[in-house]
């Protein structure tokens, strides 16, 4: 056992000490175009991660910049990430993905660092959930589904992949007269479990990414309702919860975030580079497949739309008592 012990010890070193280099190498005078860390503040497969790798495969391919590694840096709902990225003032060879899970993630764990504490480069697309239930559940419609979660919230369980598919439930609860604080959300690891739930009757609903569950959706075992949307979405066969009369269109938006203390022209260095990476072909098949919708933002716009979001995602979490 004090073998085992002293092996996990230095296995732990040996894997902070990798990470720790990994970040170290740069200079403040580093160029992204020279090389490029991209912090992805989840675990690999996920959502930020998909970002990323996206990012850093096109780079490589149109030489749009050299020397790229992805580091992924999980933990505590992206925040681990989030720390890491403030605590390397300066340095303008880094980035980070972040969106609405990471502004609910820093009011979820109390963050002592948050989104203000480090320097918004660009909003670049939202994505939206779908609203699927088993395909052999009983509610064929969202109005159907509505109406046996009115009559008892409780009987209709709801699952999800994280904090932002709950923030999805609270909203669309909200829309149609439920009390989010009566309702029994299920939180998974991601569209494979959400589906599992969903297949084995541990939950009756779920609200996940469009591209987390569309496979099960086609493959007949899920039965998509809707989309939390603002507008129908080309090559989506569902119609809008706002279509139906449910004002539900919280956006799951990404944004690229750098170090504190970076210049204005290291902004604008970063922000060429990934809208160079947005005008490839390559670039415009992901967001055909995953269904990402262009959303650019930058400058005091930005700024003032982290906010507002922020207030937004507070405001549903006192919805949900927490």
Request: glycine share 10%.
């Amino acid at each position: 056992m004090v073998a085992l012990a002293i092996y996990a010890i230095i296995v732990v070193a040996v894997v902070s000490t990798a990470v720790s280099y990994s970040f170290q190498r740069g200079g403040l005078s580093a160029d992204i175009r020279n090389k490029a860390t991209l912090i992805a503040p989840a675990g690999a497969g996920g959502g930020w991660d998909l970002v990323m790798r996206e990012a850093q495969a096109i780079m490589r391919e149109q030489k749009i910049a050299t020397n790229i590694q992805v580091v992924n840096v999980p933990g505590a709902a992206g925040t681990i990430g989030l720390s890491r990225l403030h605590s390397m003032p300066g340095r303008a060879d880094v980035v980070m993905v972040g969106g609405t899970g990471l502004v609910a993630g820093v009011q979820q764990t109390k963050s002592a660092v948050t989104m203000t504490d480090v320097t918004p480069i660009a909003r670049i697309f939202e994505e939206y959930d779908v609203l699927a239930v088993p395909a052999n559940s009983p509610y064929t419609s969202v109005d159907e589904l509505v109406a046996a979660w009115r009559s008892n919230p409780h009987s209709v369980p709801f699952t999800g992949g994280g904090s932002f598919d709950q923030l999805v439930m609270a909203q669309f609860a909200k829309a149609a007269g439920i009390d989010p604080r009566n309702t029994t959300y299920i939180p998974k690891a991601g569209g494979g479990e959400v589906a599992q739930a969903l297949v084995t009757g541990t939950a009756k609903a779920a609200f996940s990414g469009y591209a987390d569950l569309i496979d099960q959706i086609q493959s007949g075992r899920l039965r998509g309702l809707a989309m939390a949307a603002k507008e129908p979405l080309d090559g989506v066969d569902f119609p809008t919860l706002r279509e139906l009369g449910y004002d539900v269109t919280l956006a799951n938006w990404r944004a690229l975030f750098g170090p504190p203390d970076i210049s204005a022209a290291d902004v604008k260095n970063i922000r060429d580079v990934f809208d160079e990476v947005m005008r490839t072909p390559d670039w415009a098949e992901a967001e055909r497949i995953n269904k990402w919708t262009p959303a650019w933002l930058e400058g005091p716009e930005l700024t003032t739309f982290i906010a507002d979001e922020d207030r937004v995602i507070a405001g549903l979490y006192q919805e949900l008592g927490k």
